[in-house]
């Protein structure tokens, strides 16, 4: 830590969100600001009331709690992560129904978490952030959103990378005058029934999608870039019995919890970083859907020519069966345009469709909130990370004092549950505001030598694994072809290098010697 200059500490804020503080600027004023109300606002939100701080204000942008899973509703969404490890720590919940919860589940899950912890009572909802842009005078963030201007001393964004729907940039799409929406924003009003019906991407959620409505559609064409390595999903049923067990006996859950965790940890990730269990898992795969598909051709189409883990593994117990269907069929041949009432391939063909559901993921690597995030110097996120997001311990950036992005680029895994990397990024930010209740810091920076140094020691990581070696291209790898989306190691590792907080690694500005500090 270099302590460079001192600033006056902000007067304390009204106790709610929302009321005027003493900014000088007519506006509201809170020590810590929480953008979104995922499943990393509430961990963030819990976090900060565990150690005492209440001086907090949550802005969504939507009306309700949830983040992804209250915006994702396409039918058949579920998780593929097991819901014992897809829940937060403090949180135990012994009523999932299956052992792979629904999306549905998942969403009512985070509405009685945020009704336990009272988020509500901090929460603007219906406030989009517009702009968000560091004080250097002040010390603190201006942050203006769709109808409120408040100030914050930390600024937390908890929006993830899941947020933000991308549409495949294919020519005349605009043009099509049918039914055209992304699996992120799913338009139940429009009855499938009978339709002829394209779905574009092979994703984790065009594998949920499809086998869902496929008895539904009359003529269901699955336009596939890339097929992906696939393995079946034992999913069933949580009886009755087991639900009342893990009530009346709350350590139970935790210890499956926890096997899950170093299953994952220590078996799965094996398959990112050793070649000879990645070949254990393709004949795995290979097996499978020689059981499943029956058509040598269809197989030949959906065999990757790449190694396993190079892309997501998509785990699935019904995209096999849904695909050997008599109204199913897979075009490999690339898309070339799209007319007013069909698709056009490079080889020629002409696909009549009456639907466009697009499959087609999200905005990783260049969240939309990137650019609305304005750091020291003026410059955006966007504009400073430019095509390939740089974030020390995927939480802090360079430029951008006291702001932490939770769940973000650079700790997506290929195996772990992402509320484990969420859970550990909240814990380095607690840590940090202790540091600096402690020392007295007003902001807090990650030095650009640091930052540059764990690029470096990511870039070393990924040199070994299948990201790097396995034939693809992927979300994990950023435009410019670094790992930038990536944790490329365990979750336990993961855990343990945001144990600290650093504040070695970080250039700080200190409090003016009067002010007296904020409780620790």
């Known amino acids: 830590m270099r302590p460079t200059a001192t600033v006056p500490h902000p007067p304390e804020a009204g106790a709610a969100a929302g009321q005027p503080g003493g900014d000088g600027g007519g506006g509201a004023h809170v020590r810590v600001a929480i953008i979104g109300t995922g499943f990393a606002g509430l961990a963030m939100f819990h976090a900060l009331r565990k150690t005492g701080i209440d001086d907090v204000a949550v802005l969504e942008r939507s009306r309700d709690v949830g983040g992804t899973w209250r915006e994702n509703t396409y039918p058949g969404i579920a998780c593929d992560v097991p819901s014992n490890l897809y829940s937060l720590s403090f949180a135990p919940n012994p009523e999932w129904e299956r052992t792979f919860s629904s999306g549905r589940q998942i969403w009512e899950y985070t509405q009685r978490v945020a009704r336990d912890l009272r988020i509500a009572d901090r929460t603007h909802f219906g406030e989009e952030v517009r702009d968000a842009a560091w004080d250097e005078a002040n010390g603190r963030w201006r942050i203006r959103t769709t109808s409120l201007e408040l100030t914050a001393d930390v600024l937390v964004d908890g929006t993830g990378v899941l947020t933000d729907p991308t549409y495949p940039a294919i020519d005349g799409l605009e043009r099509f005058k049918g039914a055209v929406f992304h699996s992120a924003a799913w338009d139940h009003e429009y009855d499938l029934t009978g339709k002829r019906v394209a779905v574009i991407g092979t994703g984790a959620s065009a594998i949920q999608i499809v086998p869902a409505i496929q008895p539904q559609v009359g003529k269901l064409t699955v336009f596939q870039r890339t097929p992906g390595w696939v393995i079946p999903r034992n999913d069933r049923d949580v009886t009755a019995v087991e639900r009342r067990l893990l009530r009346a006996v709350p350590l139970l859950q935790k210890l499956i919890r926890g096997g899950q965790y170093v299953y994952r940890d220590a078996v799965m990730l094996k398959v990112m970083h050793h070649r000879s269990v990645r ?203 670094e790992p930038s989306a990536l944790w490329p190691s365990s979750a336990w590792h993961y855990r343990k290098w945001t144990k600290r907080f650093d504040v070695e690694a970080y250039d700080a500005v200190k409090q003016s010697a009067h002010v007296t500090p904020r409780p620790a």
């Open 279 to 481: 070949r254990i898992a393709q004949a795995v795969s290979k097996a499978y859907m020689r059981r499943t598909i029956d058509d040598p051709a269809l197989r030949r189409k959906l065999t990757p020519d790449f190694e396993i883990g190079c892309k997501r593994i998509l785990i699935t117990s019904v995209w096999y069966p849904a695909l050997n269907q008599p109204n199913v069929d897979v075009e490999t041949s690339s898309i070339t345009e799209i007319r007013e009432d069909a698709v056009i391939t490079a080889d020629g063909a002409r696909h009549e469709v009456d639907a466009i559901i697009c499959a087609t993921g999200f905005h990783v690597s260049d969240p939309p909130a990137a650019a609305r995030i304005h750091g020291r110097d003026e410059s955006s996120l966007a504009e400073t990370w430019g095509d390939s997001p740089r974030a020390y311990r995927g939480l802090t950036t360079n430029g951008f004092p006291n702001l932490f992005r939770i769940g973000s680029v650079g700790t997506g895994t290929g195996h772990m549950s992402q509320i484990m990397q969420i859970e550990s990024g909240v814990a380095y930010v607690i840590d940090a505001l202790r540091v600096m209740d402690a020392q007295r810091l007003a902001s807090v920076e990650v030095s650009a030598g640091a930052q540059e140094a764990y690029a470096r020691v990511l870039h070393d990581m990924v040199k070994d694994t299948v990201w790097a070696t396995g034939g693809c291209s992927s979300w994990y790898l950023d435009p410019s072809g």
